[in-house]
């Protein structure tokens, strides 16, 4: 333990503050700040030569295209349709549902059904809608129709519907072939 002491003694103390340092010391501490070196200046235009004119790069040789086999179908691959048609999924709906429970809040789509003597939904998809519109619209024309030759007949007409009355009039007076 006396070795100890006696190196500990010899070693001159370190200064634990910046005050206790001697200041020389401490503008050696400093860190050397060196500045950035200014760019060269850029060489003149003229003395660089022209530049070549640039190449399309050469096509690589592309290597003949492989026949491909004929693949056969077979039972288990099947022929596929070149656009597969897009599918609406499972149903909700039962076929043989009745219209009145699937259609309770629209009486007049019920009125419709009721006129056209449909009660389930697997006859309601055997129509078109074209055909629908049809079948709904065609006895209307019909009774509209009826309407005008019977006013034409009294000599009145619906507004703007004079030239249809006074051409029915007209038919009317023809004597008939008999």
């Known amino acids: 333990m006396a070795k ?4 500990k003694a010899a070693r ?14 401490q503008k050696a501490a400093k860190k050397v700040v060196r500045k950035k070196p200014a760019p060269k200046p850029s060489k003149p235009t003229a003395t ?6 640039v190449r399309p790069p050469e096509p690589e040789p592309q290597a003949p295209a492989r026949k491909k086999g004929v693949r056969k179908a077979t039972i288990t691959t099947g022929i596929r349709d070149t656009s597969p048609t897009r599918k609406l999924g499972r149903s909700r709906i039962p076929v043989d549902a009745p219209l009145d429970v699937v259609f309770q809040n629209d009486t007049q789509a019920r009125e419709a059904f009721v006129f056209l ?5 697997r006859e309601l998809e055997q129509f078109t809608p074209d055909d629908l519109v049809l079948r709904l619209t065609g006895p209307a024309k019909l009774t509209v129709g ?10 009145r ?8 009355a006074l051409e029915f009039q007209e038919l009317l007076t023809r004597p008939r072939p008999e």
Do not use: V
């Open 4 to 7: 100890k002491a006696i190196k």
């Open 12 to 25: 001159p103390q370190k200064a634990t503050t910046r005050a206790a340092a001697p200041k020389a010391a």
């Open 48 to 53: 660089r030569k022209p530049a070549r004119p």
């Open 117 to 121: 003597g449909i009660h389930s939904i």
């Open 146 to 155: 009826r309407i005008r030759k019977i006013l034409a007949m009294n000599n």
């Open 157 to 164: 007409c619906l507004t703007g519907d004079d030239q249809f």
